[in-house]
């Protein structure tokens, strides 16, 4: 091909190319001005307005954007419903997850200190408590949420280094990790409860952050030196939770404080009856507090005896 067939050749390219352009540019002003004008103009008769074509388009953009997502990693949102048929509406729990508490438990059992142990657990216990009284006095439902952000980790603690302990040893754990991690859970569950209930002051949330941050780590000290230990330091404390949601209970009974509806996500995580009221919530946490201790207890035992967790099985479940 020669110099001048080439220049033709060239020059006809580049105005194809710039009719594209040009064309393209048209219509996507044409599009913005005609988007424009349903924004800022109803359909006919007034009966859609900019709020509901902006609420709509944002729907269908999540809705684009969430099966553009499902559809990419291959999944989807499960669709669970409850035994009526209706949409279960939790995200942090589901249907199968949910159980019925064992309110006949006894709430009254106290572990007796007997060895220097047991002592130096039970009296830090006491300790603790005295700042912690002076602070909340009667108001329980705040009490009640710093308690469960704190009850919440020594589950998490002792699962995550039995965890680690299984990998580093290649053995099992007797169940023992799904058995604190479930604790940590049933405790997490308790505040997100509570949540429904009450909105904590911004001191009481700044509270949260400094006890749990010292807490955390206090209680992964240790448990890495002594599990025995730390176990027995979380029984004393659930012994004091159940102390301290009897004393809800009184103020509830006596009219001191609100009998509320529960909150729906009690209602459901405990499968309660749907009249049930904030009481009849109070009776299942306390219920479960008492659980743990038994719970803490036994583990503790466990190894003041000289065996090691996997060596009897967890109680799983028991709630």
């Keep these: 091909m020669n110099t001048g067939a080439a220049t033709k050749m060239s020059g006809l390219l580049l105005r194809q190319l710039g009719q594209r352009v040009l064309l393209t540019s048209a219509c996507r ?5 005609t988007s ?6 109803g359909t006919v008769g007034g009966v859609r307005y900019k709020s509901s074509l902006a609420t709509d388009a944002a729907n269908e953009e999540k809705a684009e954007n969430t099966k553009a ?19 279960w509406k939790w995200n942090c729990f589901r249907p199968w997850e949910a159980y ?11 572990h007796k200190p007997t060895n220097l142990m047991d002592k130096f657990a039970y009296w ?15 108001r329980h439902m705040c009490h009640a949420m710093l308690l469960e952000t704190v ?13 680690c302990k299984s990998l580093r040893r290649f053995e099992h754990s007797g169940g023992w990790i799904k058995a604190l991690l479930e604790e940590a859970e049933n405790e997490r569950m308790h505040l997100m409860t509570f949540c429904e209930i009450a909105d904590p002051a911004w001191y009481e949330r700044a509270l949260v952050f400094a006890v749990q941050g010292v807490f955390f780590n206090a209680y992964f000290l240790a448990y890495v030196v002594s599990p025995k230990l730390a176990h027995r330091i979380v029984g004393y404390l659930e012994e004091e939770a159940v102390i301290s949601y009897t004393e809800f209970l009184k103020d509830l009974d006596n009219g001191s404080f609100e009998n509320r509806p529960a ?57």
């Design 263 to 319: 909150p729906a996500i009690a209602i459901d995580y405990w499968r309660l009856p749907q009249d049930s009221t904030l009481r009849d919530v109070i009776v299942v946490i306390r219920a479960d507090e008492a659980h743990h201790r038994d719970l803490n207890h036994y583990a503790s035992d466990i190894q003041c005896q000289g065996l090691e967790l996997k060596e009897a099985p967890a109680p799983i479940g028991y709630h």
């Design 36 to 41: 424009a004008n349903l924004r800022h103009a």
């Design 100 to 110: 019925t508490a064992d309110v006949s438990i006894d709430v009254e059992k106290h």
């Design 124 to 138: 830090t216990v006491q300790t603790l408590k005295i700042p912690v009284g002076l602070f909340f006095q009667r």
């Design 29 to 33: 002003g044409l599009v913005a001005e």
């Design 151 to 163: 009850a919440a980790v020594p589950g998490m603690v002792g699962g995550m280094l039995l965890h």
């Design 69 to 87: 997502i499902s559809s990419y990693w291959g999944i989807a949102p499960p669709k669970i419903t409850k035994e009526d048929g209706s949409a």
